[in-house]
């Protein structure tokens, strides 16, 4: 394998990468002259130092040294730890630039790997800036060289953890205090045995998941609850599975976050999945509502349903209709029962069903739809879409957190099956980073 060169190179930068990084092309006068160069800390427009720090067949990566001539849309990074950390790797691009750079990775998404485009591009959907993480998890890893215990997201080399201090994408709470929670970690004798941390915040309450590997002696507890006492956490153990954790002491808080639009409370546990803006959910949820337009009456499918955040305010809107939700994580289901229960609402059903299945003996599948919403995981929803009765539906809306499984995703449905892309954008539920959330509707065919 040949070596990389570590001679300082200048290079004009085009445009950006799904990552986040530049994109530029080495000079006629390199070895490899015309070969794409990614670079880390560049954007489009400027004219940078680089070095070489990883080549491939195709490509080759390099990060910035010094920008030469800088573009007018970089701004100062807010984080202190910003070209460390790989949590926000956009920090340095104004935000309204960062949505429009999401945008174009959408579109070029389904272009490239869809074959489509939509009828008209939605306008980008935002929430909180900052401050609006409440839910994710923090690696943990004792350095003995140094003799400290690193607790952060990982490193732009993700082999390392970034020993953050503060971060303010997270919740105020907790971003503003993870000095605090290093220190308390390094100071635990199990800190060997603690790999990671997980947070999750409600509207009242903010719950911190500590994952051990051995036992914890009564020592660490006492220093974990006085923790929690000082900072206003409440703390969970997680010896083993997810079905192992636990509360400390006992105390259990009620988590739940509100959706006042429509007079919904979501109650859920530490580990479960819930949008992690909460201001671009309820702005999305509301979007995701009128593109689908329920009319009095029809029967409404929701799958990916989590613990109803659509579900519910869907059937809060669908009067006499009827909506269905289906989850593979049975414990979600329970949880989106009770939660349609505590919020009053008789006219949804939950179902519990692995959606990347055959789907054949489902006794849901087979009762009629008018219109379907679908929030799958990154890996998307094609298996799902090949067995549904499709003929029958009237609109489709797919939120997505992944733009190259909803490109591949509609092209089934425009290409093999005649539905049409009416209308697709993003949403930037993670604000700093590189992450791509969208939203896309669909017509089904036209009749002859």
């Given at each position: ?14 445009d950006l990468i799904h990552d986040g990084r530049g994109v530029a ?242 109650h859920f546990r530490p580990l479960d999945f819930i949008q992690v ?172």
């Amino acid at each position: 394998m040949a070596r990389l060169d570590h001679t300082p190179q200048t290079l004009h930068i085009t445009d950006l990468i799904h990552d986040g990084r530049g994109v530029a092309r080495w000079p006629d006068e390199h070895v490899q002259a015309g070969k794409a160069v990614f670079v880390t800390g560049a954007l489009p427009g400027e004219t940078v130092r680089v070095q070489q720090t990883a080549r491939s067949k195709h490509f080759d990566e390099a990060k910035t040294l010094e920008v030469l001539a800088a573009s007018p849309d970089r701004v100062q990074p807010r984080c202190p730890h910003f070209g460390v950390c790989a949590g926000c790797v956009l920090q340095h691009l104004a935000e309204d630039k960062q949505i429009e750079a999401k945008q174009r990775v959408l579109l070029e998404n389904l272009q490239r790997i869809g074959h489509v485009a939509p009828g008209s591009v939605l306008p980008p959907l935002r929430g909180d800036s900052w401050g609006y993480r409440r839910k994710g998890r923090l690696s943990v890893r004792r350095v003995e060289k140094k003799d400290n215990t690193l607790v952060g997201f990982r490193e732009l080399d993700p082999r390392f953890v970034a020993d953050l201090r503060e971060c303010h994408t997270l919740v105020p709470q907790l971003g503003l205090k993870l000095d605090a929670l290093g220190a308390l970690v390094d100071g635990m004798d199990g800190r060997r045995d603690i790999p990671q941390i997980e947070f999750i915040a409600g509207d009242a309450a903010t719950v911190l998941v500590f994952r051990h590997l051995q036992p914890l002696g009564n020592a660490d507890k006492t220093r974990l609850a006085a923790f929690g006492e000082a900072h206003g956490f409440y703390i969970f153990l997680q010896p083993g599975g997810l079905d192992s954790v636990h509360p400390l002491n006992g105390q259990a808080p009620r988590l739940s976050f509100q959706l006042p639009q429509w007079q919904i409370e979501l109650h859920f546990r530490p580990l479960d999945f819930i949008q992690v803006n909460a201001k671009l959910n309820e702005a999305m949820i509301a979007r995701a509502l009128d593109l689908l337009d329920v009319q009095p009456g029809e029967r409404v499918l929701d799958l990916f349903c989590g613990l109803g955040n659509f579900t519910l305010p869907l059937a809060r809107v669908a009067g006499e209709g009827t909506v269905v939700g289906v989850e593979g994580d049975a414990g979600l289901v329970a949880r989106a029962r009770a939660n349609a229960q505590h919020n009053g609402l008789s006219n949804v059903q939950f179902h519990a069903a692995d959606l990347a299945q055959d789907l054949a003996g489902q006794a849901w599948l087979k009762q009629g739809f008018d219109k379907l919403l679908l929030d799958p995981a990154r890996a998307g929803a094609l298996e799902v879409l090949k067995q549904l009765p499709l003929k029958g539906l009237k609109r489709i809306v797919y939120v997505s957190c992944h733009p190259g499984s909803l490109a591949r995703d509609a092209d089934y449905l425009v290409n093999a099956t005649g539905w049409t892309l009416r209308d697709a954008g993003v949403m930037d539920m993670f604000p700093h980073t590189a992450h791509v959330e969208s939203i896309a509707v669909f017509d089904p065919p036209k009749k002859a």
